[in-house]
Each structure stands twice: as structure tokens, then as C-alpha cells.
């Protein structure tokens, strides 16, 4: 920090729910969900396309990892721009729901400060789950949907392995490259 000042336990706290760092947790979830997405093409080349499973193995690896990669990435750009807006629609919400758990006792003796923390950390957990769920699904439609459209409607007449790396490429490419903008 400037000046050799420390930032508080407090506000490393607050740092971290408006960086674009996700925790351990949600990026596993991000490329657990990411990996399974990224290999539902593989069905659909094997069984649609008639791609031979055992002779594509490597090309259905290599491909699946990088659009896993692709797709997680995007995960967590659409969780960093949503989580915000999320946390904004859901405040008043959350706030009448904290205060209304405390007691009569408990509001009485808690001083302002310590009701506006519960307040700001249920709104950050309630604007991080809904952010997750919601980045997910998008990302997964759109992802899913650039698939299909690029492989039967696009890319159909070139051979099924090229098919598979430019649908599967080109559908996490520009998954990544949407992710990126502001919404």
C-alpha cells in the first residue's frame, strides 16, 4: 500500500468482494461445470456426426480442455459484472430480511455499525450465489447454442474433425469474447 499503510482485516474484506477474484470454491464449481458443458459435444460429433470415439480421443481432449478453459473464463467475467447489479436490485430486500431476524433485544443493544456489516455481508453472499447461478446458465445456453448452430448450420459440408475444432473453438472463442464486454 502507499506509504506502507496496512489495510485492515475490514478492508481486505471489502477489496475482495468487488475484485475479480473468485474463491477456491466457485472456481471449482466453475470448471467442474465448465468441463462438463465443454464435453456434451463430444456426444453429439459421436453419435450425430458419426466421429469414430477411439480415433478422435485425442482431438475430443485437447478441444474439450480448451473450451472448458474458455468457458470458465467467461463464468467468471459475467459473475464479476452481474454480482454488482445483483447486490444493487437485492439491498433493500436483504436489509428488511437481516433486520427483521434480529430480536427487539439484539436491535436494541447492536450498534449501527455492527447492523450495516450483517447487512453488507448477506447482501455480498445473496449477490454472489444469484450471480454464479445465473453467469452459469447463461454461459452455458449461449455456449451450447453457438455449438449447435456452428455445426449444423455453418460448418455443416466440412469434415466432421474440423467441424468439431472449429465448432466447439469458435463457440468458446466467442463465448470468452462476450464475457469481456460491459453489459
Known amino acids: ?3 506502507g499503510k496496512k489495510l485492515t ?7 475482495q ?22 464435453a456434451i459435444p463430444i456426444w453429439v460429433f459421436w453419435r450425430i456426426h458419426q466421429m469414430d470415439l477411439f480415433q478422435s480421443a485425442i482431438l475430443f481432449g485437447v478441444m474439450t480442455l480448451v473450451s472448458t478453459w474458455l468457458v470458465a473464463f467467461a463464468y467468471k467475467n459475467v ?10 436490485q437485492r439491498e433493500e430486500a436483504v436489509s428488511k430480511e437481516v433486520m ?16 450495516d ?21 447463461y454461459n452455458n445456453s449461449l455456449y451450447l447454442m453457438l455449438v449447435l448452430i456452428a455445426s449444423f448450420f455453418i460448418l455443416k459440408s466440412f469434415d466432421p474433425n474440423i467441424n468439431y475444432i ?17 453489459r
Not at 459473475?79 to 444493487?88: E, N, S
Open 117 to 137: 456489516e450483517r447487512i453488507l455481508w448477506k447482501k455480498n453472499e445473496v449477490a454472489d450465489y444469484e450471480a454464479t447461478t445465473f453467469a452459469i446458465f
Open 166 to 182: 472449429l465448432s466447439v473453438g469458435l463457440a468458446g472463442g466467442l463465448l470468452a469474447l462476450l464475457s469481456t464486454g460491459q
Open 79 to 88: 459473475k464479476f459484472v452481474l454480482k454488482h447489479k445483483v447486490a444493487q
Open 1 to 3: 500500500m502507499a506509504g
Open 9 to 15: 482485516r475490514e478492508e481486505e474484506l471489502l477489496l
Open 17 to 38: 468482494d468487488f475484485s475479480r477474484n473468485v474463491t477456491t470454491k466457485s472456481s471449482a464449481l466453475f470448471y467442474g461445470n465448465a468441463f462438463i458443458v465443454s
Open 100 to 115: 427483521r431476524k434480529l430480536t427487539e433485544a439484539d436491535n436494541k443493544k447492536m450498534p449501527r455499525k455492527e447492523k
